[in-house]
T-cell receptor, first 113, second 114 residues
């Protein structure tokens, strides 16, 4: 296991299109997190899964955003009707428990044109 | 509300010298963790060092150490014997002990001058 994997690395889409990102966490990690990072800012929390249950959602996660983690393994983050303001780096992280820090993936950079 | 402030957008250091990155935070919680993460250009964020708020002793990881001042809500990172590979964006982060969400600062971009 080589860490948290995110695909695609880059995505360019036209405004109004839907996009989906995938995150494969470290296999034994039961906790999975999505963050968004815009230019010049630190990552901002979007949502958190423990196994397959989505336990926390930020108010940043508008109704155009949906995240799933079927079977408690990989996770997907979908953005519907993308807007230019959605352009950002979307980071996934996983952890085994709540005590230690996360292991981050390399992120998916979304550009909405 | 929890906030994390990094007042130094950019810092530079000569190779082999020591540099200190500043971080302050605001919280009403008593039990929490503080972290420093490193984000090299186009690469993933990696954990540099972690501090539990209940521990008075400052955390140390090889060339990296922190100065944790709980009363002042200050958490600075000292990098000794700076190396070219230390060049990156450094983020200070906070998490409530029982929470799942990290709160990050805006980052400090560190340049290491050969």
């Amino acid at each position: 296991d080589t860490g948290v994997s995110q695909n695609p690395r880059h995505k360019i889409t036209k405004r109004g299109q839907n996009v989906t990102f995938r995150c494969d966490p470290i296999s034994e990690h039961n906790r999975l997190y999505w963050y968004r990072q815009t230019l010049g800012q630190g990552p901002e929390f979007l949502t958190y899964f423990q196994n397959e249950a989505q336990l926390e959602k930020s108010r940043l996660l508008s109704d155009r955003f949906s995240a799933e983690r079927p079977k408690g393994s990989f996770s997907t983050l979908e953005i519907q009707r993308t807007e230019q303001g959605d352009s950002a780096m979307y980071l996934c992280a996983s952890s085994l428990d709540s005590i230690y820090g996360y292991t981050f993936g390399s992120g998916t950079r979304l550009t909405v044109v | 509300a929890q906030t994390v402030t990094q007042s130094q957008p950019e810092m530079s250091v000569q190779e082999a010298e020591t540099v200190t990155l500043s971080c302050t935070y605001d919280t009403s919680e008593s039990d929490y963790y503080l972290f420093w993460y490193k984000q090299p250009p186009s690469r993933q964020m990696i954990l540099v060092i972690r501090q539990e708020a209940y521990k008075q002793q400052n955390a140390t990881e090889n060339r990296f150490s922190v100065n944790f001042q709980k009363a002042a809500k200050s958490f600075s990172l000292k990098i000794s014997d700076s190396q070219l590979g230390d060049a990156a964006m450094y983020f200070c982060a906070y998490r409530v002990y029982t929470g799942n969400q990290f709160y990050f600062g805006t980052g400090t971009s560190l340049t290491v001058i050969p």
